[in-house]
């Protein structure tokens, strides 16, 4: 029994002896391992060093204390970690490995001298935490130059690397500092929070809010910046679609990449120190893409000015110009929208219900604001076929070094836009101080020729106070008319198969006067017209031949208003002045007539209209032959009883 006994110790002792032998050798193993990623991080150019290192068997337990990486051989971006904990450390394969979480402390990424402004950019995270990650065992090789867009993929093909189920940090802070260019700040984010991250991309990333505090540089005038989002939310995002967008190698890539999916935030607000405060419920954004072939982050830094002391030079300027324009036209949004926002200065306080954009169209909507002449009221303003892209194009086609924008860049913003439209408009006319109110105006363009549309159509649905300082409207404030209702309806377009112009509709109510419409047909109407050369539109314009002409007047008080203005004038009763007008207008259709005897029956026609309150008059120009546009601008100013001969006329009056 007692050689039992003492077999037993003995055998206890070798085992625990073995024990804690094996544990030394498998940390000393795992000691090996991280001395070797070290290595290898030193070997690629870079500076890389750490304290302690651990690993506990049992729960396969590895920890490694102050850690310190520099990619680059030029102190441009650091890292600094003060301690690393994974838990359940396994190995996967020769160059992979798992953990099921991983705690990291005191995680701070300094980025110094970056790009033509030299920014400095520090990331700080106190605690972060992974669950269930899997990763390779040794990083890639970082970047030597230490410039922006290789740190960049650098990250970013690391992130592409990793899986995790999740990843939680309470807080990270951002601070940046551009020196005298533009300023600094600092931004914390709390409740940090990542979904399923695999392969590059994340199911759903999420703050709770953020505190946002920035030091404005601004000549004679710095200012402070201070503000909170809440709710930060992102879904599907694909660090793959930047990372093609990064690669010198997609130049060619013209498909759409999606980054994410959506992106949105809850309330948030932002005031100045100079008394300005913005307030927002929100903004979302979705299907945010990009294409490779034109989205050059690298080459779009090089393109920005070196030397921020000194203005761009006009070529400058417009060489900038193009490249932001093709950098954007390689970003593409789907839907945006900004929710409810208010704006407060000292003079008072601006309110928008929504800013929204979406397949091309911005609107804005809800305006209500104060201006000089009063509250100002709008429902909606909106932009059609709008591209931050061909804005951009536009406004660098304007920048010509020495010369003013010529008539036709000018016109290039008919190829910016298809279409404005204004709703909903109240505000306080400058003198009258009374409401101008506009329920719609709607201006749209098309089927552009070099720069000129050859198609267009606008509406105009309006009222507004007759201004008593305006010398054209005396005898509408004489006769107690103290505001018009404005209905205008034009269309025009040409068909360049038939070379055809038609004016349908031109229409314009003034709801309490008149109501005329006019149709306008031209032909042989050539290509050539379109064009901001004078002196070709001239040459071209001999080719225009004349078609018919429909004109109509329907009478809502116009008449009565001409034979009132006319009796105050002759200090006669208005059925005198009525009758006066008439025998007028008899008269010198008679001397008319006696050239022309289809004129007879429009001056018979006219006649009536002033007669009788009330009517329609409709007058019709049938062309007897072919009538050359030129030629007969030329005769109705010089002889306009021959122009009016050259057309068959046909005139009518009716209730």
Do not use: C
């Not at 050798?25 to 890389?48: C, L, N």
């Not at 290789?150 to 601070?175: E, G």
């Amino acid at each position: 029994m007692k050689r039992i006994l003492i077999g037993l110790i003995m055998a206890a002792a070798l085992g625990a002896g073995g024990w804690f032998g094996f544990d030394l050798y498998v940390q000393h193993r795992a000691t090996s391992k991280v001395e070797a990623v070290f290595e290898q991080m030193r070997a690629g150019g870079g500076k890389a060093s750490h304290g302690k290192i651990g690993f506990a068997l049992a729960t396969r337990t590895l920890t490694i204390e102050d850690v310190v990486i520099a990619p680059g051989k030029e102190p441009q971006a650091q890292i600094r970690i003060a301690g690393i904990k994974g838990t359940g450390v396994r190995q996967i394969d020769e160059t992979r490995f798992s953990a099921d979480s991983i705690d990291i402390t005191g995680l701070e990424v300094a980025l110094d001298q970056l790009g033509p402004t030299r920014l400095k950019v520090a990331y700080r995270i106190p605690q972060l935490t992974m669950r269930d990650y899997a990763g390779p065992v040794h990083a890639m090789n970082a970047p030597t130059d230490g410039s922006l867009i290789d740190i960049y993929r650098y990250a970013l093909n690391q992130y592409a690397s990793v899986t995790a189920s999740s990843l939680a940090a309470p807080t990270l802070t951002i601070t940046f500092d551009s020196g005298a260019a533009a300023g600094s700040g600092e931004i914390t984010y709390a409740g940090l929070a990542i979904q399923n991250l695999k392969h590059g991309k994340i199911d759903a990333m999420k703050a709770d809010r953020a505190a946002i505090s920035i030091d404005v540089k601004q000549p004679g005038k710095p200012d402070k910046l201070t503000g909170e989002l809440s709710s930060i939310i992102i879904n599907d995002f694909d660090a793959t679609a930047i990372l093609a967008a990064l690669d010198p190698q997609t130049t060619s890539d013209d498909s759409y990449r999606r980054v994410y999916r959506q992106v949105s935030t809850g309330p948030y607000a932002l005031k100045s120190a100079q008394g300005m405060r913005v307030d927002v419920d929100g903004f979302t954004m979705q299907d945010i893409a990009v294409q490779p072939s034109k989205f050059r982050l690298a080459e779009m830094l090089t393109a920005l000015p070196q030397d921020q002391s000194t203005p761009p030079t006009p070529a400058q300027a417009r060489e900038l110009l193009e490249k932001l324009a093709g950098f954007y036209e390689g970003l593409r949004i789907g839907k945006a929208e900004i929710g409810k926002m208010s704006v407060g200065t000292p003079q008072g306080t601006a309110r928008i219900n929504a800013v929204r954009y979406r397949e091309g169209e911005l609107a804005v909507e809800g305006v209500d604001t104060p201006s000089p002449q009063g509250q100002f009221k709008m429902e909606r303003f909106a932009l059609k076929s709008f591209s931050a892209a061909n804005l951009m194009r536009w406004a660098a086609s304007l920048r010509t070094p020495g010369q003013p924008p010529s008539p036709d860049q000018m016109l290039g913003l008919f190829r910016v836009l298809a279409g404005a439209e204004v709703k909903g408009v109240i505000a306080l006319h400058r003198n009258t101080r009374q409401p101008i109110t506009v329920d719609t105006i709607s201006l749209n363009w098309g089927q552009l020729v070099g720069s000129i549309p050859s198609k267009a159509s606008l509406v105009v649905k309006m009222v507004t106070p007759t201004d008593p300082a305006n010398p054209a409207l005396q005898p509408l404030i004489v006769a107690g008319v103290d505001k018009l209702a404005i209905d205008l309806d034009l269309g025009a377009a040409w068909t360049e198969s038939s070379g055809a112009f038609a004016l349908a509709p031109a229409t314009i109510d003034l709801g309490n006067l008149a109501r005329a419409q006019a149709r306008l047909a031209l032909a042989n109407v050539p290509r050539g017209l379109f064009t901001t050369d004078p002196v070709q539109a001239m040459s071209q314009a001999g080719q225009i031949e004349t078609g018919p002409i429909e004109l109509s007047l329907r009478d809502s008080g116009v008449v009565d208003l001409v034979v009132a203005q006319f009796a105050r004038m002759q200090n006669v009763s208005r059925d005198t002045a009525r009758g006066a007008i008439v025998e007028m207008i008899r008269a010198q259709g008679e001397k008319i007539a006696a050239s022309n005897a289809d004129a007879k029956v429009a001056v018979d026609a006219l006649a009536g209209f002033v007669e009788t309150s009330g009517q329609t008059l409709t007058i019709k120009l049938t062309a007897r032959a072919k009538v050359p546009l030129m030629q007969l601008m030329q005769l109705s100013q010089s002889d306009p009883e021959s122009a009016l001969a050259q057309f068959r006329i046909e005139a009518s009056t009716g209730l």
